[in-house]
């Protein structure tokens, strides 16, 4: 075996790499000031949508305003997991799933946001995770309440910015992780895998929620 001196030019060499190692910044750590002002101004729409004089006007509004700011089409595909290949097969189950999943998932966000009624939105800083996904760090501030840290993964594709999960709160679980775990569960051992029947509850469940939504107004 050859030994290799180590002279002290070698050895300076080598700890200067070690520091550029240590404060080389991840190659995807840096802010995405775009990502950042959609999320921003997106969200800020949607929080004012939720002051609307009538119940009426509130859903009308966030509706149309978290069609454009959430993928829900790419988070419907996700929640299904392994089933997701049944939706290949069957043009017309995979039609209504989606629609039918993308009423549940504004449904969803509407009543997880309205106790945030007249609060204000403050984007602290981003994440780049890959090349087209940000994950954007954010506080609302309900008026006269306790703020809420918000992540935002938002995905950039050739229709642009979409949001395809949020996290809400301390314990940071994101939404559409959850709803893949419960969606799973349920296919598991609820309904053998069928689809349709997975479909009828999310429908019920999106009624149930307009429901609360109405009540509360």
């Known amino acids: 075996m050859t030994t290799r001196s180590v002279t002290r030019a070698t050895f300076l060499s080598g700890l200067v790499g070690l520091g ?35 119940a009426a006007q509130r859903e009308q509004q966030f509706r149309q305003l978290m069609g454009q700011f959430a993928d829900t089409r790419r988070i419907g595909l996700f929640v299904l997991g392994r089933y997701r290949g049944a939706l290949e097969a069957d043009p017309t189950l995979r039609s209504d799933w ?45 008026r006269g309440g306790d703020p809420s840290t918000v992540r935002w993964k938002v995905l950039r594709s050739d229709h642009g910015w979409r949001v395809t999960d949020i996290a809400v709160g301390a314990d940071a679980l994101w939404l559409s992780q959850v709803q893949q775990r419960i969606f799973l569960r349920q296919l598991d051992t609820e309904f053998n895998g069928d689809l349709r029947l997975l479909l009828a509850d999310v429908r019920e469940r999106t009624d149930s929620m307009h429901r609360s939504v109405i009540a509360r107004s």
């Open 20 to 54: 550029a190692l240590a404060v080389a910044p991840d190659a995807h750590a840096a802010r995405n000031a775009d990502a950042e002002t959609f999320v921003r101004d997106n969200a800020a729409r949607a929080l004012a949508a939720l002051g609307a004089a009538s």
């Open 98 to 142: 989606l629609a039918a999943f993308e009423q549940y998932a504004i449904a969803n966000y509407q009543t997880q946001f309205s106790r945030f009624n007249g609060a204000s939105i403050n984007v602290s800083g981003s994440e780049q995770t890959s090349a087209t996904m940000v994950e954007v760090i954010s506080t609302i501030r309900p």
